[in-house]
């Protein structure tokens, strides 16, 4: 299957890319942990079933030293002893914030896990990045993109 559009061949398409990507450029640039951007991004990307944003971030988060039994355990976070609780709380807000449609929102009791584990910028970094991941994986769904050929950084070349 092919993409429906290329945003990288369409000057408005790779405009708004670019922009999006300097957005995850401050992000990442954040007090927020890198492994927890990661595991929240994949987290998010699994919800919305978006291949390409899975293989992205799964690729992405492996060449930065992610172990494969923490990628393949994002699905499963909650049976899983191998996250601390700071990215518990995190997954937690990534799963809520992700799910906004069911109606629930984002609870207290979620919310104040993420303000016992995390500081101010941190949070704003987190909130930040469930929008953005949420984001992409609507652009990428829509547009039909399709993962498995993804290579590490190979998405900063095509944002440049």
Known sequence: MEPRIDLMTNALGASIAKRIYSVAQVIEKSSLPKATQDLVMLRASQINGCGWCVDVHTKEA??????????????????????T????????????????????????????????????????????????????????????????????GMFTALAS
């Open 62 to 83: 492996a060449a930065a030293g992610e172990t494969a039994a923490r990628l393949h355990l994002v699905a499963a976070w909650r049976h899983a002893s191998v996250f």
């Open 85 to 152: 609780d700071a990215e518990r709380a995190a997954l937690a807000l990534a799963e809520e914030g992700t799910r906004l449609a069911d109606g629930r929102g984002v609870s207290d009791e979620v919310w104040a896990e993420v303000r016992k584990h995390h500081d101010d910028e941190q949070i704003i970094a987190l909130v930040a990045l469930v929008a953005m991941i949420n984001a992409n994986n609507r652009l990428s769904v829509i547009l039909n993109y399709q993962g498995g050929a993804y290579q590490p």
